[in-house]
T-cell receptor, first 114, second 111 residues
Framework: GAGVSQTPSNKVTEKGKYVELRCDPI?????LYWYRQSLGQGPEFLIY????????DSGLPNDRFFAVRPEGSVSTLKIQRTERGDSAVYLC????????????FGNGTRLTVT | QKEVEQNSGPLSVPEGAIASLNCTYS??????FFWYRQYSGKSPELIMF????GDKEDGRFTAQLNKASQYVSLLIRDSQPSDSATYLC???????????FGKGTRLSVIA
């Protein structure tokens, strides 16, 4: 596709449930990033992939959060035992090879934990 | 902690005026600087990036970088109501670490 695609656009789940958020980056972009944005805040880094491997997962808040990118393209962010504090917009971004190049963001997934 | 600081605003300017948005960063080794615009309920959209000291102009937008002062700014000339949005400053710190964002400055252009 032309841009970064994220699904679903909205997700409402109950506390304690498991959710998966999907990101399809721009074709040819080897680097993929997940950020989380709460109301009134800037995006907060979660994890970054270069190809299939997680190059930096230092932003994941705890072990309930996990992300994969098995074939170096689509990525899935997985959240176990969701808590109300996980409610936020989850943004995926990708970047073309080379340094430094800008991040291009998807439209985000708005996660609401009730 | 590598931080990016912005005044949250709101910054209100009349239509046609120059809007000046400012950002400071803590990591002196930072090399790459970006400005994103974010409309309410939408994702961040890249406006400009700057890597070298000085000014970089693109249409009505000018990014200014002063590495000695660890300061980057965005000027918007001839501001329009459609420029009303939150402007996010973002920095790639030293060590090739991922992009760090400020909290954003909310700009309101009054017609």
């Amino acid at each position: 596709g032309a841009g970064v695609s994220q699904t679903p656009s909205n997700k409402v789940t109950e506390k304690g449930k498991y959710v998966e958020l999907r990101c399809d980056p721009i074709s040819g972009h080897t680097a993929l990033y997940w950020y989380r944005q709460s109301l009134g805040q800037g995006p907060e880094f979660l994890i970054y992939f270069q190809g299939t491997g997680a190059a930096d997962d230092s932003g994941l808040p705890n072990d309930r959060f996990f992300a994969v990118r098995p074939e170096g393209s689509v990525s899935t962010l997985k959240i176990q035992r969701t808590e109300r504090g996980d409610s936020a917009v989850y943004l995926c971004a990708s970047r073309s090879p080379g340094q430094p190049t800008p991040l291009h963001f998807g439209n985000g997934t708005r996660l609401t934990v009730t | 902690q590598k931080e990016v600081e912005q005044n949250s605003g709101p910054l209100s300017v009349p239509e046609g005026a120059i809007a000046s948005l400012n950002c400071t960063y803590s990591d002196r080794g930072s090399q790459s600087f970006f400005w994103y615009r974010q409309y309410s309920g939408k994702s961040p959209e890249l406006i400009m990036f700057i890597y070298s000291n000085g000014d970089k102009e693109d249409g009505r937008f000018t990014a200014q970088l002063n590495k000695a002062s660890q300061y980057v700014s965005l000027l918007i000339r001839d501001s329009q109501p459609s420029d009303s949005a939150t402007y996010l400053c973002a920095v790639i710190p030293s060590g090739n670490t991922p992009l760090v964002f400020g909290k954003g400055t909310r700009l309101s252009v009054i017609a």
